[in-house]
């Protein structure tokens, strides 16, 4: 696979798990809890989905991304750890946490010269 290629694939990583992250937490937030728990756990929900949200954007922009990043993979942290608290183990967050943690080790792809 040649640089171009490969560069242009990584784009489509970084945006695609950008923008799916931001799409989940941003239903999250305008639907509450949908489990009905005390209005403790709602706006607790809330707030996390929106800070992940936020985060979501940080992490797109190159200027932002290694904090867009890192308050992502702590929002993913505390999120992790309040489902286990209610017995759940969502392994869609580790997956998002690998694709985020990759992304930041790499860097943005963006405005990177065409290599041939």
């Known amino acids: 696979m040649n640089s171009h290629a490969l560069r242009r694939s990584f784009i489509i990583f970084h945006l695609t798990l950008a923008l799916v992250v931001l799409a989940q937490s941003l239903m999250t937030a305008l639907q509450g809890d949908g489990s009905g728990g005390t209005s403790h ?17 940080l992490f797109i922009v190159p200027a932002t991304l290694r904090v867009g990043a890192l308050a992502l993979l702590a929002v993913f942290f505390v999120a992790l750890a ?17 694709g985020v943690f990759f992304v930041m080790t790499h860097g943005s792809a963006f405005g990177k010269g065409a290599a041939a």
């Open 82 to 98: 309040f489902h286990g608290l209610h017995g759940e183990f969502p392994t869609t967050l580790l997956v998002y946490a690998a």
């Open 41 to 57: 756990v709602k706006l607790f929900v809330t707030a996390l989905a929106s800070a992940e949200a936020v985060a979501a954007v």
